[in-house]
């Protein structure tokens, strides 16, 4: 059961979720201060009350007493959640303290003022109802009388028990390269992670797990402590580690303050995105477990969404697209058992290249002639939904959209509007612009039988100007994510059977705030199948395989040509190609009308073992059994919830050292239930595979999906 408790007389408070807790409460001065994070203990009376730190020369209490919503006015000059200032300049920062708490369902929330700038704050903590797992937001409200100016309002700041050092696991990448999983010890003074790009970007994402540094005590995959959260937010972001003396780690995730500032008149409100934080004791996994059901669960739109095989022609037709020519390959895809098929870029008024199209989002009258309706009914006669992709935030400067409205785009007057992929970015935080879209891809929606769209977003942001806006105009990271979100959001509430991809260039917008909008994910546009298991396991720290967009695509891949300028030595067979792509959402991109009726036939096999399969793949708990940058064999399960079944993914990628096959220890399984792997002739117990392993027989190059069975 979670729980929220407030220790009688005092003003201390427990939640609790799963098999851990996080506390606080007020010291005696009136400041909110973090009092515990960790395993749940079994007594009320056992945490921590909250209390003012002791005295030390040059760190006087008020200094060196950590804060729930830290603000570094009462002198510490450690780093803040909230920063700010009246508009004169006269009061800068904030000094918060307790006014009252409301409890609610689940959580608490905590009010804090700062009577003299007439701030004020609220905490909102909720316990959720997946292991280990809590929400924290803040708001911020002008109850004064004048104008207040924000200059930074993160969304929690997280201190850690003091064990001395941690580790940050944090995520790492850039385009055709997203999810890197890398992990480096918290030293002393900051070390941040961010995002400038207007969305989560490539690089990074809002995400942090911290475990303990020193050598016997660190968290593996499936055993140790692990304390970890995630911000529900599309744009910039900032995290930062801080580790200050006396030794102490504080972890601080929001909204990135670079460039930001929010005009905070009487009266208004500041709603800081949401974070969702945890502990667990049971390693990495469990953490990963712990955000695959919370997605599934509590964010997704669809609770139990299972992906439909898809197949997109953007591999295979390019920009060059005609209804006769897509038809072929919708045939040739339904053959094979696809569900969905996809025209991708290419389908739109002037869209022959990529410096022209965007923002006329009509067919292109010379490419479908007849509209894409007769198309889609195509599509659908051959038993599969019809999808599109869009990229309702940009334009082209040769558009109609660009060319009747060039101030509509995020520019600063006077400067050179720097292009890349020869587009601009649209300023979605224009309520102008948001209800044309809306009603722009509304009408696309009714007018055409479309099933899925893929919402693509293809640049960095330039000269973020909006001229006109008559607020401060570094509002614009925040409203053009509120603006994306208001159309997304509304466009689904409308249709609420299509279907909705997210892409950004591959993975450059993937967060949990994403994950609430969209059904799946394409997470990179590397469909490199060595590549993609690196990919695949850094994503799957957060997110679940029922999200995780996958194409099997025609070797040579695309991204290493791209990135490269040449072709990957290495070649990965069809059936290799499958066995990585069917670990998530299953789609085929390769130039069907050049596949030999082998490849089609093995494809058939695959796509139909695949279905037999995936309920198991999307809706299981994932477990890591060994990762793909070590050793010679890689593998991961997913195992039903109920452990009646499980699906065993095992790798041998391309290895420079002759190296045996290594033995798997099956993590998930019921450890007194017994199970056969496929293709093995011995049963043993969930415990015995999870003790004694399996030695997957593979050659270079090979891999392999396997049915595990109880008996
Ligand atoms: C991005 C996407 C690709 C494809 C192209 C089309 O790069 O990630 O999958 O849709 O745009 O231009």
Redesign the pocket.
Known sequence: MNKITTIAGQLNWVIEAGSAAYAFGVEPGGLLVPTYWGPRLPRREDYPSAARAGFAVFEDPVHNTPQEVPTGSSGDSNERTLDGHSADMNLRGFVLRYVSAEPHAGGVTVVLHDEVQGVEVRVRYEALEYHGLFARTISVRNFGERLVKLTRVFSGAFQLPDLGGFALTHIDGRWADEFGRVRRPVEFGTFSRESRRLTTSHRSMPFFALDREAPGYAASETSGEVWFGALQWSGNWKLITERTRPDRTVVHLGVNDHDFAWDLPPGEVFEAPRIVFGYTDAGFGAMSRAFHDYIRDDLAPRRDYIPPVLYNS?MATSFDVNEAQQVVLAEKAAGLGAELFVV??GWFAGRNHDSAGLGDWYPDPTKFPRGLGSLASRVHGLGMKFGL?LEPEMVNPDSELYRSHPDWIIHFPGRERTLSRNQAIVNFAREDVQDHMLLTIDRLLTDTPIDFI?W?M?RNVSEPGWPGHERDQRELWVRYVRGVYRVWGELRRRHPDVIWEN?S??GGRVDLRMMALSDQT?IS?NTNAASRLLIQDGYSLVFPASTMGAWVADDPFPADIAATGSENPVHYSLDFRFQVSMAGALGIAGDLAQWSEAECSAATQHIARYKSLRHVITRGDLYRLAPPTHGSISGFIYVAKDKSEAVLFVHRGFRERATDNETLRIDGLEPSAVYTIEGQDVAMSGRAWARIGYQPVLKNLEGAVLHVQRR
Do not use: E, M
């Open positions: 953007w991708d870029d992709w893929k693509d293809n892409c260039g591959g394409w546009d």
